[in-house]
């Protein structure tokens, strides 16, 4: 069970950092990745991290700007939003992905993410 937190209201040019706190049956073996949905729009791939190593996998438009890390021991998953822009306005979801091997390759592929925490919103006013 995946649950995402720390959306609110704030002002371009802020910062904001989501939670995602996994809980149940977890695994080295998963990949958690971030990904947003704006209104009207297809939900998209932010990020990933592996928890084995902590490898990450960055949408190209956002790296630097969102980085990913996570904590094992609390089995949380952390989206850093920095620079805000309204742009970045969306429902941010936290998703898991169970693979085969602790070395499986990170994908942005949302339909291999087969665990969803319920989203948590950001809204980014100019």
């Known amino acids: 069970q995946l649950q995402a937190f720390g959306g609110g209201l704030v002002q371009a040019g802020d910062s904001l950092r989501l939670s995602c706190a996994a809980s149940?049956?977890?695994?080295?073996?998963?990949?958690m990745g971030w990904f947003r949905q704006a209104p009207g729009k297809e939900r998209e791939f932010v990020n990933a991290i592996r928890w084995f190593d902590g490898d990450t996998y960055y949408e190209s438009s956002e790296k630097g700007r969102f980085p990913i890390s996570r904590d094992n021991a609390k089995n949380t998953v952390y989206l850093e939003m920095n620079s805000l822009k309204p742009e970045d306005t969306a429902l941010y979801y936290c998703a898991a992905r169970a693979t085969a091997s602790l070395r499986q390759t990170l994908t942005k592929d949302v339909n291999v993410y087969k665990y969803w925490g319920q989203g948590t919103l950001v809204t980014v006013s100019s």
């Open positions: 149940g049956r977890t695994s080295s073996k998963y990949h």
